[in-house]
């Protein structure tokens, strides 16, 4: 958090607001609103540490506010600001993770103990955070090698180079090569993920490439996956193809990704890719329309956070760290564009990605985004 953690206070009344201002200034870095709206772009433009909130304030109210923050980074503090011995906006405030209450009038001895504890407890949650992403990186860099090595050779055995098989040994080889390629995209998206915190990654530009074959591509390799499932898919693509001159590489692992979540939370029906150019936004939009389980609306901002899945119980029908989507998004910000998930319960999902098709940059050229 550096030397000083960023605090946001949200009152629409100035008396609250510039006394909180006045006792935790000398302490912090103190950013003030009056309204939801402004809290909101604030949250976007700072990384805030702690929030002060009166859950009772006109037009975007505390609860929303609260929401919202929560969706951005669920691990940053909230204080309650009650009024005057109310009592039902303090429990309300917890049940949304809150850290604690303060009533008015303040106390200054009270309001700096809350605050101090708070922050300290956000440390503990990023130092725990960042352990647990060193590990995840230590051990994905120690496992790829030794699964790549599987992968090869179960490609040698399934194409019979070494000697033919019997059917149920070319079923449990597909069984073997179809996990250890779902193991190898766990894996690299930890190792992306882990490459976008911590700002080390390029953005490479080099020859044009078709965006219409690198669907079709994608798509074959999941073939088996999706004869298994019975899974129709459909491919509206451009028959000219769609040459753009942007990273090809985390383009690739951008659709892949939307693709396998497509597929994963698709028991039956239907996926349908289609792909155009526009060359007066001068963008590529990319759409995957599926008949899965959906999404419910509540949540559709809340899977794009790492390691989170709409159900994160223990016994959820459906396996993995939830970082596809996260991934996907992070990605798709890095290069300048814009994913957006429109989703219904029970009847599907409609992914709109949409990708600036021309670089900035001269081929062969690359850029450090930090």
């Known amino acids: ?16 607001r510039e ?35 009166d859950l009772k304030m006109p037009g975007l109210s505390g609860i929303k506010i609260l929401e919202k923050m929560k ?55 990023l130092k725990l955070m960042q352990i647990r992403s060193d590990f995840l990186t230590n051990v994905s860099h120690e496992l790829r090698t030794p699964i790549t090595v599987v992968i090869g050779f179960v490609s040698l055995l399934l194409n019979q180079l070494m000697g033919q098989l019997t059917d149920q040994q070319l079923k449990a080889l597909e069984r073997v090569y ?9 894996i690299d998206n930890v190792l992306w993920l882990t490459s976008l915190n911590a700002g080390d990654l390029s953005i490479l530009v080099g020859e044009d490439f078709d965006v219409g074959a690198m669907i079709r591509e994608i798509v074959k390799k999941y073939e088996k996956v999706l004869g298994e499932k019975r899974i129709a898919v459909a491919l509206e693509l451009p ?4 040459p ?13 990704n939307l693709f396998h979540n497509a597929i ?16 007066r936004q001068r963008m590529i939009e990319l759409e995957i329309v599926d008949t899965g389980i ?7 901002e809340a899977v794009f956070q790492p390691f989170r899945q709409v159900d994160s119980s223990p016994a959820r029908q459906y396996a993995g760290l939830g970082l596809g989507l996260t991934v996907a998004r992070r990605l798709t910000d890095f290069l300048g564009g814009t994913l957006q998930i429109k989703s219904q319960q029970g009847v599907g999902t409609h992914v709109i990605l949409s990708l600036p098709y021309r670089s900035e940059m001269q081929k062969g050229e690359t850029l450090q985004r930090l």
Not at 36 to 43: F, N, P
Not at 239 to 242: K, L, P, T
Not at 244 to 256: E, G, L, P, T
Not at 294 to 300: D, K, Q, S, T
């Open 244 to 256: 753009v001159h942007i990273d090809s590489s985390k383009v690739a692992r951008i659709f892949q």
């Open 1 to 16: 958090m550096g030397d000083r953690a960023n605090i946001l206070i949200i009152d629409d009344e100035i008396g609250p």
């Open 294 to 300: 959906g999404i419910p609306r509540e949540h559709v």
């Open 178 to 186: 179809n996990n250890s390629q779902e193991l190898l995209d766990l």
């Open 71 to 125: 969706q951005r980074d669920r691990d940053v503090e909230a204080i309650i600001i009650t009024g005057y011995g109310s009592m039902d906006t303090a429990i309300e405030g917890l049940r949304l993770g809150a850290f604690d209450y303060i009533s008015k009038p303040f106390d200054v001895d009270q309001v700096l103990d809350l605050v101090r504890r708070a922050l300290e407890r956000r440390s503990a949650k």
């Open 264 to 279: 994963k939370f698709t028991s039956k029906g239907s996926v349908t890719v289609r792909a155009h150019r526009s060359a």
């Open 239 to 242: 028959a000219e193809g769609i």
């Open 19 to 53: 006394s909180l201002k006045l006792i935790l200034k000398p302490h912090y870095n103190v950013y003030t609103a009056e309204r939801g709206t402004q809290a909101v772009e604030l949250l976007d433009q700072v990384p805030i540490d702690l929030v002060t909130v």
